[in-house]
Every structure is written in structure tokens, then in C-alpha cells.
T-cell receptor, first 112, second 113 residues
Framework: DGGITQSPKYLFRKEGQNVTLSCEQNLNHDAMYWYRQDPGQGLRLIYYSQIVNDFQKGDIAEGYSVSREKKESFPLTVTSAQKNPTAFYLC???????????FGDGTRLSIL | AQSVTQLDSQVPVFEEAPVELRCNYSSSVSVYLFWYVQYPNQGLQLLLKYLSGSTLVESINGFEAEFNKSQTSFHLRKPSVHISDTAEYFCAVTSGGYNKLIFGAGTRLAVHP
């Protein structure tokens, strides 16, 4: 079945550590997105990519980095510069303009 | 800039009662509108979408939403809810391009027996 796979489901970060969240899709979608979800705030866009080797900052990109070396993969790195990383992170993909986004099941990141 | 307001953060309702979850948006251009549902510790699932055409859109599980351009609203309704409808519901808007979605803060629907 086609879909989006996020791993791991739960992740713990130590102070000063960078961690990478994986997102893989087999839907052959061009566009991919990373969102952060905090209680009562809905989803906020971190980064998005419309095509391989290209990506743009979203509304809350500070302290995060991404890469898009393959169409299927869009990993997100939470760097030590992100001072409040505890949240639920969601990856999504879309085939193109005007089409709905498809979401993975998320990664919950916590601080040790 | 676009924005989405979901007027109720929580909506408690009894099973088999009707429900309406309200969503208003602001945008100076034509929009596409979506409702997503999220169950605990899961991602978002598309419930229904308005892209163009008929202003009343329906989902396969009995929800419907009506696009009202003059009131800039896209309220979600269901005539009779089930316990299994308990979840968080998000309204979202985009003006197209590569689909940069703007989400509302969400409405938590709690269906009680």
C-alpha cells in the first residue's frame, strides 16, 4: 500500500544533541512538508520541498534543517539550537497544486 | 495573509445528536478548503475538500461541509454522531501554488453515550 512512513514513533533528545526524524513516501508525490504540532496551536509549517534538491523555510524554521536528495525522502534534523523541541512532528506529501496533503503517523520528540 | 479560525476548541455532544464544527477563513484570493480528522497519536486523515464546483461537499462517513464565500466559512456538520467520531478536527485553507496549507487550531469533538 502506498503511504508515508515516519520513524521512529517516539524519540528522546539529550541537551545539546541533534536528532534526525525520518520521512519516506512511496506515493510518487513531488511536494513534501514538515509540520510541528503543539497542543492548542494546530499545525505549523517548518520546511517544505516542491522538488528534489530544493526546499524552502516555513513559518518556524529556526533550529531545524532538512534535505531532499531523493524524491521519496525528506528527513528533518532538530538541532541543538531549537530550544523547545518537545512536540509532535508530522510529515506530509502532495502530488501537486490544489491536491490534498497526505500525512504520516508522526514522531513524538521529548527531551531527556 | 491567510488565516483560519476554528471558533470552538472543544465540542461535547451526545451520541446520535447533530453537530456543527465552525470554521472561518480570511483570504484575499480564491481558496481551496479542507477538513482533516486526527485520532490520538496518529497523523491527519483527509475528511473532505472543497476545490471548486458544488459548495456542499460530503464525506463517506456522513460528514458534510458547505463553502460560503460571502461569509468566508466552511462549517462541518453531521446529522447524527457516533462514539467513533470522537477525535480532533482541523480546518485548513490554501490558495494553491504548492499547497502551503494554513491550519486552524483544531476542535476537539467528544461524543458521549
Amino acid at each position: 500500500d502506498g503511504g508515508i512512513t515516519q520513524s521512529p514513533k517516539y524519540l528522546f533528545r539529550k541537551e545539546g544533541q541533534n536528532v534526525t526524524l525520518s520521512c519516506e513516501q512511496n506515493l510518487n508525490h513531488d511536494a513534501m512538508y514538515w509540520y510541528r504540532q503543539d497542543p492548542g496551536q494546530g499545525l505549523r509549517l517548518i520546511y517544505y520541498s516542491q522538488i528534489v534538491n530544493d526546499f524552502q523555510k516555513g513559518d518556524i524554521a529556526e533550529g531545524y534543517s532538512v534535505s531532499r536528495e531523493k524524491k521519496e525522502s525528506f528527513p528533518l534534523t532538530v538541532t541543538s539550537a531549537q530550544k523547545n523541541p518537545t512536540a509532535f512532528y508530522l510529515c506530509a506529501s502532495s502530488p501537486g497544486p490544489g491536491e490534498p496533503q497526505h500525512f504520516g503517523d508522526g514522531t513524538r520528540l521529548s527531551i531527556l | 495573509a491567510q488565516s483560519v479560525t476554528q471558533l470552538d476548541s472543544q465540542v461535547p455532544v451526545f451520541e446520535e445528536a447533530p453537530v456543527e464544527l465552525r470554521c472561518n477563513y480570511s483570504s484575499s484570493v480564491s481558496v481551496y478548503l479542507f477538513w482533516y480528522v486526527q485520532y490520538p497519536n496518529q497523523g491527519l486523515q483527509l475528511l473532505l475538500k472543497y476545490l471548486s464546483g458544488s459548495t456542499l461537499v460530503e464525506s463517506i462517513n456522513g460528514f458534510e461541509a458547505e463553502f460560503n464565500k460571502s461569509q468566508t466559512s466552511f462549517h462541518l456538520r453531521k446529522p447524527s454522531v457516533h462514539i467513533s467520531d470522537t477525535a480532533e478536527y482541523f480546518c485548513a485553507v490554501t490558495s494553491g501554488g504548492y499547497n502551503k496549507l494554513i491550519f486552524g487550531a483544531g476542535t476537539r469533538l467528544a461524543v458521549h453515550p
